[in-house]
Each structure stands twice: as C-alpha cells, then as structure tokens.
C-alpha cells in the first residue's frame, strides 16, 4: 500500500507518495534525486548511508522512509552553506586526504559531524571508536582520523567564534 | 619560484569537491527515462544441472516486462566471457578454457552463478518477480576446496577438464634448485595457505545498458577500471557489436582493487537487454550478491623450502603452489598465480636458483581474479615468511639475514632466475632507513614491558619488490596475454591556453585528475585549474588499457608526458615562426618559448592561440592546432620495493593481536603528489593487515554454501582495528625507463603488510614455540594457537 511521507531534507519541505516498505536511503536516492548518500552494504553495517533525522546521525538503509515522517533530515548535499562554503568537517577531508574513491565519504562526513557534536574533542582513540559503525576500504582510516581531528578542532573554533560575535 | 602545484606538491585533491558535497557522479546514481531495473535469479546451489525454468507467474507479477535466460542469449548467438591470459601447461598443452556464458545454460557451478534475469519496472518490483521464477535444479556433488578438487575421484566442476586442472605450469630451473639443495648446510621448510579474501570495494558492482534505435548504438555505463578492455571483450566476444557502436563509460567508480577489471556477465546482460526490451535497463548489486559474484582474490596452497650454506646464504627456493581459479576462468584470472606470482619470488634476494611449480584448479565457487597486489602478495607473504623461519632456525638475526643476501644495489640492473629484470632499488638502504625509525635495538625492552603487563610483543619484517607498471605488451604478448599493454593519452590544448588531457587510465580513488593535471602544470606553467582531466569513456578517449597492477602513473602518466613531448616539438615550431627564430633556437625555460639568447619568449597560452587562429601560418611546414595524441609502450615493469616493520602485542588470555606500530620505508622512484602517495600505502597497509588478522572467506567445504556472505560474517578491518603508520619514502633510485622515473604505489601497502604482520605474531608466539600460523591470525587461531603449544603442566 502506498503511504504518503512528509520531511523537511536539507530545509525544503518535501511529501511524497512511497510504497510502505521504502526505505530512507531509498527514497532520499530514487524520490528525491539525492544521490549523495550512497548505499554499501544490506546489513546496516558499512555506514555508507549515514545521514542525520531530527540532528542524530542515523543508517538511512535502516530506517523507513515512513518513520522519518515529520522529521528534519540532512543528507551531504545539505551540508554545506548556502553559497557553497564546505562545512568545517568537509574541508577538513580534503586538507588532510580523508577520502579516496568517494564512495563511503558522505556517510563518514556525517559519521564525523555527528560524533563531534557529541564529543567536540575526541580522541585519536575516541574517533577511531565513533567510527567504528563506517567502513572505508582506501584510506585506511589514517587520514580520516587526522581529518576528524582537525575538523573538529575546526568545528570548535567556529562555535567559540561564533559565541563571542 | 616553484610551481605550487607542479610535481613534488602535496597538491590537495581536485575531485573531492564533488565527493565531498554529494555530487560524485556513480553509476548506480544514473537514471535514464524509461529505465527498467534487473534482477538475477542466482544459483543457491554450488553444483545442479539446471533441469527446468518456469517464469510463467513471474511474467504475470506486476511491473515485469521481461524473464531473459541463458537459452534466450543462447538463442541470440550470445558467446562467453573471453579470457585474457593464457598459460600453457608444463607439458605444453594449453590451459582449459571452459566456455563461461553471462548466464548459465544446463549447469550452474557456484552459488551464485546467474540463471536468469527479471527486468521490470522498479528495482522491487523485480526483486519481488525474482523470488516467483521456479526454477528445477538437479543437485550435484560439488568440489569446493582447491586441495579437495585434486583429489581422485572428486566431482568434476567441467565434464572435460580431467581432475579438474586448468593448468599445471612452472617456471625456473629445477636441475639447478635440485643441485643447489643437495649442496645446502641448512633446509627451511614451511607449508602455508594465503586464504581467500572478497575485495570489497565500496561501491558494489552496477551496470546499465542502453541502446539508441536512431543510430543503432549501444552504451554501458559500468564500475569499470578500464572501459576499452569491457568494450573490446563485450563487443567482439560476447555480443558481437562493433566498437563503433558501442560506447562504454566508467563513470565515478567507488574503489576497484581489481575486482572492477574484469568483464561480468552483468555487463553484457544489460547491453544485450536493452535492446531486447527497448529502454534502458539498470542492474545494481546488492553486497550480499557481490560477496556472492565479485571475483575473489589470492587463494592459494604452498609448501616451499629454502636453501641455505652455513652462514645463512640462500643457495635455493623450490616452491609449490595450487592455485584456487574458481569455477570460471575470470578475465585474467591465468596470469594472477602465474606471471603475477612466481616471477616475483626472487624477492629482494641474490637467490641463484628457484623453480616454482603451479597447479591451477577449478571448483564451485565464484571464479578468482586480481585482487590489489595480485600475486605478489603471495608470493612476498611466502618469501617473507620463509626467511623468517630460517632466521628462527638457524638463529641469524632476522633483519641480518635479509641484509645478507640482499640484492645490492650496486647489482641493478639484475636479472633474477624467475624472468624478470629489475632495473633499480637499494634494498639495504630501505632497511638501513627502517631499523632507526622503529628502534629495532629498543625491542628486547619493549617486548620486557610487554611481558610485565602480561603480553606478547612480536616484530615482524617484510622486504618487498613488486613488478608493477604491467607491461611492455611484448613481454606480456610471450607470456600468453591476448592484449597489449600500453597507455594512451591525448593532451588538447584550447584556443585560449586551457588543456583537456584524455587518458587511458582510470581513477576509481586514485586522484588522478589531480596528479596528471599537476604534469601539464609543471611542463607548461599552466595553472592547475585549466587542466582537465578525461576519463572512463571510450567515446571520448583513445583506446587505453586502464588501471590495475600500479600502472595509471608508471603508463598512463608516461603516455601524458609522451604527448607533451609532441605538444612541445609542436609549440616549438609554431613559436619559431611567431618570433621569426630557427626552431633550434627555441628553448622551453619554466614553461615559456624563449628564443636562445633573447628577451623574446611566448607562452603556451600565446602559442595555442596562434594555432588556432593560423592567419599567416606556412601552411606547407606547419598544421594548425595544438592537440596530440600518444600511446606509451614500457620498456620493461617498474619495481617498487621497501621494507615495512610492525610490532604486534597479543593478549594471550584472548588471543586479541593488536597491530601496535607499523612502518613502511618505500621506494616508489619519483613522487609526484606526496599526499596522495602517503594516502595510497595507508590502504594498502589496511588491506594488508586485514588480510593477516581479519579477513578470511570460507566456503562450506560440502555444500559450497558462502559462509562468509555479508558484512556480519565477514571481518573487515574498521577504524579502530588499526593504528596510525609511519610512511617515509626516498626518491633516489628513480624508475631508469620511464620519462618520469616512477614506479607506482598502488599495491605496496597490501604486498609488505600481511608478511610483516604474521611475522610479527608468529615472533610474539616463538616463546610458546609457535613457529607458523595461517592468515588470518583471529583471536581464535592464536589463542588455539598458545594452548597447543603450552605445556601441559604449565596449563594446570
């Protein structure tokens, strides 16, 4: 039976028609267009999917596209500003070579945001735990751990500046 | 001043604006009107004789538009999946070549081998069709280990392949290993598997096919490392179309690691459905179908032995290997064991003599091709170990004993008795360069502090060479490949000073379109952001053989320079009669055209120009444009080599091994862009040391079920499996072939690292007198491993 949903995704309003069974990462990929979010895997293990519903970081292939209904969803095309300024954590991957064919990107960058959000100065260990649930299979994690680190010192110092303006 | 972005910068990368924002393009992203979605229905047997196939409530489900199956391409005169490679047999005779249809006729021999496709019109609707095709197997006893499959009596994976050998091939001098052994002070022996691994790139396998009735041309959009090689092997073998109607494209390719070289019946599914059903048809996998479909990798079962005199000097190496091809032959599965493999076992070392037997075998299970090393993997894992037990045996410090028999540099180039001739490497400086940067005489310490908190610490070595840059086509054409293997490239410059470059090459990860836009940058002083970079589709590219084996930067790169070597001798002319100069007075300085002794210089910008807009060029002498073409044949391989150290520490209660240092000392030549070399050995290394502590893919040995079939069974290594490394390289034995001098980095990581790793748990193992243990080394096995090995006593 088709259900209609209804979200806000990267602060557009959007409703659509689904079959029940759609999934989050289905309908974001093939309703939306938004094929920044990508799929790796059909257990929920590779994190590739990785978006944020009402701010928390969320396997987009594990969650209906029905549950998120009413919710705030972000995917990686919403990430960065407006006028095309890559997120703090975004610019972090690219200084540091945190990422190679692209693939597991998306869901790593909003892995990161979110575990920084958490935690805003993890770690080496803490970030290598917080992305425990996100495989990547080119960098061998050593860059995006350096890249984590930095995007959060980088996240930090735009919250404090942000607090003193 | 120096070019920021020219060669040697730590350029950051072009292509991550579009990875990073969400706007990669890959080809499940794709979607054309009218597309159709395809579903395989796969085999759950390992071995059945397909008796029967019923789509008829299929046919009715909703959406459905079609049930193709192997009688409907049998019926379109729909070949078989070409092999690349062929080795022939110690006696002779040709490897078997069984005939490998996209799908399946009469007999299915893998789980998972494709029976028939649903095309409908949505992916569910297809998924939902797929489970309603019934389909009449009569099962078959499978053969499903490569040591079971040899055994007399076992079911044969091909009626007319007799036991089951493809091919039964060597290489080395077996009179001469045989007299260096009978002269040997000192024998080390070792028996070892280099298991199965499934390559995983991230992005899964997807195809989608589309045929233009208005021209009558197909195109497959495909995750392909090297579009012309599926558009050669799909057209002229499988599907009978001509190259000139069919158009290939590889779009962005969410990693390869060889598994995306190889031509899948997927492809020609799609491009021979798209026609069938009029709209274009889209196929992606899901991970458990590429766990099921994707070619594996390594798989291998040796016994070597090590010839040694007194002081530890190898005299010899006789090895023996059965090589696991699965139940097809793959695109290049025959080079992988073979050419790939037993050249390489000279390694780093002045052994004399070595002959290497290799028995390729057929079984149920999905065929197995290149994966990232490709056979130098296993044989740097066999050398490695191997020297490693003889340092053990014969109690020669294990980093003396390489150094003593390393080939010195002084030697290169040197012709080892396994076919290859190394050009350049200083394998004792590598060496020279590790040994500080881990403290090697601090680790009697360390191991004490280790022990007081109740652990096992091992060091581990692996001194690696790779032949990588693959290859002169003339060797690669004697060795038994059906293909050339050279590079092309195209550097076009615009009127207006810009540069598109066209490559042959495919960067799936690479960052190639940030490397070669920083050779034109450097050559010409054109600022980075008007380089382009063309890849991955034969419509717009000359014919490359694309990227695996190290070789985009090696080739390709070498291809690019090539044609720059064109566009120069070009620009020197037109440049002469611009500024009324002999063409030999013309001198390239930073970039610009300057006339010998003179002030007067142009640009390439002015110079491009002008070779658009050829209002009073001698038209006799000079044509206008600025726009060649090239194809960069090696020379011979290039050889990358170094020396990677990793300190382990083993809880012994649990058996957990955790990798607690890792150093890679390399010798990639030349580098051009530090940050993405740095990058590369990173993976490597993770790959590597997935294969020693995590990664294993097993079969049921009966049944032939996949029992390690998705992400839960299936251990890949994760962020916090793994530490940060230390990579250091040096540039002093540039490539002495190649117009750049480098040598490729792609694989070295995952060659040095599985070695190195299982060197080190095996050291921290030796006080149980744990002297080998097979990859990988899961907390399981190791802590098995301690309790077979203690004392009875000890254990009460």
Redesign the interface.
């Known amino acids: 039976m088709p259900c209609t949903v209804s979200m806000t995704v990267n602060g557009k309003a959007v409703s659509r028609e689904v079959?029940e069974?759609t999934l989050l990462v289905t309908f974001l990929?093939?309703q939306l267009?938004?094929?920044?979010?990508?799929?790796?895997?059909?257990?929920s293990?590779?994190g590739?999917c990785v978006v944020h519903v009402d701010g928390r970081s969320v396997k987009s292939c594990t969650m209906l596209a029905a549950q998120a209904d009413g919710a705030a969803v972000t995917?990686?095309?919403g990430?960065?500003a407006a006028d095309g300024t890559?997120h703090p954590m975004?610019a972090a991957?690219?200084?540091h070579?945190g990422?190679?064919?692209?693939?597991?990107?998306?869901g790593m960058?909003m892995s990161a945001v979110d575990l920084v959000t958490t935690n805003p100065s993890p770690s080496?260990?803490e970030?290598?735990?917080g992305?425990?649930g996100?495989?990547?299979?080119?960098?061998?994690?050593?860059?995006?751990?350096?890249a984590v680190m930095a995007g959060a010192e980088a996240m930090q110092g735009g919250t404090m500046k942000a607090a003193a303006e | 001043m120096a070019n920021p972005n020219g060669i040697g910068a730590s350029v950051?990368?072009r292509?991550?604006?579009?990875?990073?924002?969400?706007?990669?393009?890959?080809t499940?992203?794709i979607?054309r009107p009218g597309q159709t979605h395809a579903v395989f229905v796969r085999s759950p047997y390992a071995h059945a004789r397909i008796t029967g196939i019923d789509a008829a409530e299929a046919m009715q489900a909703p959406g459905v538009i079609a049930v193709l199956t192997g009688a409907d391409m049998e019926a379109d005169k729909v070949g078989s999946l070409p092999c690349g490679w062929q080795i022939h047999s110690k006696d002779g005779s040709p490897m078997k070549e069984p005939p490998h249809f996209p799908i399946a006729r009469d007999r299915t021999r893998y789980v998972g081998d494709a029976i028939a496709v649903v095309i409908a019109e949505t992916r569910?609707q297809a998924k939902d069709a797929a489970e309603l095709v019934m389909v009449d197997y009569e099962e078959l006893p499978a053969a499903v280990t490569s040591l079971k499959a040899l055994e007399g009596g076992a079911p044969l994976v091909h009626d007319d392949v007799g036991g089951n050998v493809c091919f039964d091939w060597h290489l080395g001098d077996a009179a001469a290993v045989d007299a260096a052994f009978a002269q040997a002070a000192h024998v080390a022996k070792l028996d070892l598997v280099n298991q199965r691994l499934v390559p995983?790139?991230?992005?899964?396998r997807a195809a989608l096919g589309e045929y233009d009735r208005a021209t009558g041309e197909h195109t497959l959009t495909t995750t392909s490392q090297n579009p012309h090689v599926i558009r050669l092997l799909m057209g002229a073998f499988v599907l009978g179309i001509p190259e000139h109607k069919l158009r290939v494209v590889a779009p962005?390719?969410?990693?390869g690691?060889g598994s995306k070289i190889f031509h899948y019946g997927e492809e020609a599914v799609v491009t021979w459905a798209a026609k069938k059903v009029g709209r274009p048809v889209k196929w992606t996998a899901?991970?458990?179908e590429s766990f099921l479909t994707d070619a594996h990798g390594r798989d291998h079962v040796s016994h070597a032995e090590l010839a040694m005199d007194r002081d530890g000097n190898f005299l010899a190496l006789r090895v023996s290997t059965i090589a696991n091809m699965g139940a097809y032959l793959s695109t290049f599965a025959p080079s992988i064991p073979t050419y790939l493999y037993a050249t390489l076992l000279a390694g780093q070392y002045k052994t004399p003599a070595i002959y290497a037997e290799v028995k390729a075998v057929f079984t149920n299970t999905v065929p197995v091709d290149a994966y990232r090393g490709a056979g130098r993997p296993e044989a740097c894992y066999l050398i490695e170990r191997l020297v490693e037990v003889a340092a053990a045996e014969t109690g020669i410090d294990k980093a003396e004993l390489r150094r003593r028999n390393f080939v010195p540099a002084s030697a290169m180039p040197y012709q080892t008795p396994v076919a290859l001739q190394y050009d350049t490497g200083d394998f004792a400086k590598n060496l020279d360069i590790a040994l500080p940067l881990v403290d090697y005489d601090g680790f009697a310490a360390r191991r004490g502090e280790s022990a007081r908190r109740g652990k096992l610490r091992g060091i581990g070595f692996a001194t690696y060479i790779e032949a990588c840059g693959i290859a002169p086509s003339n060797v690669a054409g004697a060795l038994g490949a059906r293909a050339g293997l050279y590079e092309s490239a195209e550097v076009r410059f615009h009127p207006t000073g810009s540069v598109t470059v066209f490559t042959g090459s495919h960067s799936?990860?690479?960052?190639h379109e940030t490397t070669f836009a920083q050779l034109v940058s450097e050559r010409f002083g054109v600022p980075i952001e008007n380089v382009e970079i063309v890849h991955g589709d034969t419509s717009k590219i000359p014919f490359g053989m694309g990227t695996y084996g190290s070789r985009s930067l090696a080739v390709g790169g070498s291809a690019i320079v090539k044609a720059m070597d064109k566009v120069e001798r070009k620009a020197k002319k037109i440049a002469a009669h611009m500024l009324e100069a002999a063409e030999a007075d013309i001198e390239v300085k930073d970039g610009r055209f300057v006339v010998a002794g003179t002030d007067k210089a142009l640009t390439i910008g002015d110079i491009a120009l002008q070779a658009y807009v050829p209002h009073n060029f001698p038209l006799d002498e000079l044509e206008p444009g600025l726009d060649e073409q090239a194809f960069y044949d090696p020379k011979n391989f290039t050889y990358p080599n170094g020396c990677h150290v990793c300190e382990v520490e083993i809880d012994p209660d649990t058996g957990v091994v955790q990798v607690v240092s890792f150093a890679a000392v390399d010798d990639f030549g030349r580098v051009i862009n530090p940050?993405?070399v740095?990058?590369?050995?990173?993976?490597?290394?993770?790959?590597g040391i997935g294969q020693a502590l995590y990664e294993n893919c097993v079969y049921d040995e009966d049944s032939g079920q996949l029992i390690t079939g998705?992400?839960?069974d299936y251990c890949?290594p994760?962020?916090?499996d793994?530490p940060?490394?230390t990579v250091r390289y040096h540039e002093d034995q540039p490539c002495t072939h190649n117009p750049l001098g480098v040598k490729g980095c792609g694989e070295a990581?995952t060659i040095g690292a599985s070695a190195a790793v299982m060197n080190a748990v095996v050291h921290a193992l030796s006080e149980y007198g744990v002297t080998h243990l097979d990859m990988p080394a899961t907390p399981e096995r190791v802590w098995q491993a301690i309790r077979r090995h203690t004392p009875a006593q000890a254990a009460e």
């Open positions: 079959e069974r990929r093939d267009g938004l094929t920044g979010t990508h799929v790796g895997c059909d257990t293990q590779c590739a995917t990686i095309e990430l960065a890559l975004q991957f690219r200084e070579h990422l190679q064919c692209g693939f597991c990107t998306p960058v080496e260990h970030v290598r735990e992305l425990e996100n495989i990547c299979r080119c960098t061998g994690y050593h860059n995006i751990v350096k | 950051r990368r292509e991550d604006a579009r990875f990073l924002t969400g706007r990669g393009t890959y499940d992203d979607n569910e995983n790139a991230m992005e899964p962005d390719v969410g990693g690691f899901e991970r458990s799936h990860g690479q960052g940050l993405i740095e990058g590369q050995v990173h993976g490597g290394l993770v790959q998705s992400y839960m890949m994760r962020a916090d793994v940060s490394f990581g």
